[in-house]
């Protein structure tokens, strides 16, 4: 059962069609990634997604509730959690402080309970508990952006670009991470340059070039499509 259905979805910025008309969905416990050049509007589907970017045209259904333009917040509220391209901690907040308003809404009590799953994943973060998240390394800080936007407990988590910028060690730990997130039951839509990578832990995959959808399928077919090994891989 697709928890994500996206229509016809149409984006501009500043009167240039960003996307236009891309249609995909993800079922329940999926990882669908969508990969793509710079400027193929892999960034800009999540953010039509998660109401950061208003649509001009098409559907965004979610767990068949209609959500196209609703507001950002009440998105959230519904289940979906959006970590966002360059991690973005609250640099000033120490690494609790930015996990508490991962779940301002929680009571003290289940927010401790949360935690204790999160340690599970990122044992790190638990050590670096009381520091500045301003004081992080890079791979620290994607953990914290991970760990920031599971920790509201959502049916589905928009990533995107979660290796940019880390060393390889770095980025098959993360990967494995976000493995160990589906098996939790969590659906997530992956957007990422590194096609390769993405593939090898994606269930489907769609393939963005200048706001259309160009190559869809199962993961590992298409990491042997000679189209896709020549343009990406």
């Keep these: 059962?697709?928890?994500?259905?996206?229509?016809?979805?149409?984006?501009?910025?500043?009167?240039?069609?960003?996307?236009?008309?891309?249609?995909?969905?993800?079922?329940?416990?999926?990882?669908?990634?969508?990969?793509?050049?710079?400027?193929?509007g892999k960034t800009t589907t999540l953010k039509a997604i998660s109401g950061i970017k208003r649509a001009r045209g098409g559907k965004v259904f979610f767990a068949t509730r209609e959500i196209t333009n609703l507001p950002a917040h009440k998105i959230v509220s519904l289940g979906i959690s959006h970590v966002p391209e360059g991690r973005r901690p609250f640099a000033n907040l120490t690494v609790y402080e930015n996990l508490r308003l991962g779940a301002y809404k929680v009571e003290a009590k289940e927010f401790k309970e949360r935690l204790k799953r999160v340690f599970?994943?990122?044992?790190?973060?638990?050590?670096?508990?009381?520091?500045?998240?301003?004081?992080?390394?890079?791979?620290?800080?994607?953990?914290?952006a991970l760990a920031r936007g599971i920790i509201s407990q959502p049916k589905l988590l928009l990533l995107d670009e979660p290796s940019m910028g880390l060393a390889p060690i770095l980025v098959e730990e993360i990967f494995s991470i976000i493995k160990e997130i589906q098996k939790q039951g969590v659906s997530i839509l992956l957007v990422e340059q590194n096609a390769r990578m993405a593939l090898s832990i994606a269930n489907r995959g769609y393939v963005l070039e200048t706001g259309r959808i160009v190559l869809f399928g199962e993961a590992n077919l298409l990491l042997n499509d000679p189209h896709l090994k020549e343009a990406y891989l």
């Design 1 to 40: 059962m697709a928890i994500l259905e996206v229509k016809d979805l149409q984006v501009d910025y500043d009167g240039i069609q960003a996307l236009q008309g891309i249609s995909f969905s993800v079922s329940e416990g999926e990882v669908v990634c969508l990969i793509g050049a710079n400027g193929a």
């Design 120 to 144: 599970k994943s990122f044992p790190r973060l638990k050590e670096r508990l009381g520091q500045l998240a301003g004081t992080l390394s890079g791979g620290e800080l994607q953990m914290l």
